[in-house]
């Protein structure tokens, strides 16, 4: 989150983090940061920074840069989704497979 009227970058997840803890699992918020801002989420689909959108985030901000509506993704080995949920709101098509 930038500050108004500066340059400065505030991360929120550690200082929501305390907070977010009080958050039903089944609970379905939208994600805070980054690149997947906004996209909603299922709260105890995964580890806490998901949803506060502090999970790798230098690594979801150069996937969403290479992301257009044309493109078809093909995530393999979806695992809980974080990367499925950017690439489903940027592109048209997408396609995932989880090994059995």
Avoid at 44 to 59: D, H
Avoid at 77 to 93: E, P, S
Wanted: aromatic residues 10%.
């Amino acid at each position: 989150m930038c500050v108004p009227f500066s340059q400065l970058q505030i991360h929120l997840g550690p200082f929501l983090a305390p907070f977010a803890r009080a958050v039903p699992a089944r609970a379905a918020v939208p994600i805070l940061e980054g690149p997947a801002r906004g996209i909603r989420w299922q709260v105890g689909a995964g580890m806490m920074n998901f949803w506060l959108g502090t999970y790798e985030r230098k690594k979801m901000a150069a996937f969403a840069a290479e992301l257009r509506p044309e493109m078809v993704v093909y995530d393999i080995g979806a695992n809980v989704g974080a990367y499925t949920v950017l690439a489903a709101a940027k592109c048209t098509r997408l396609s995932l497979t989880l090994p059995t």
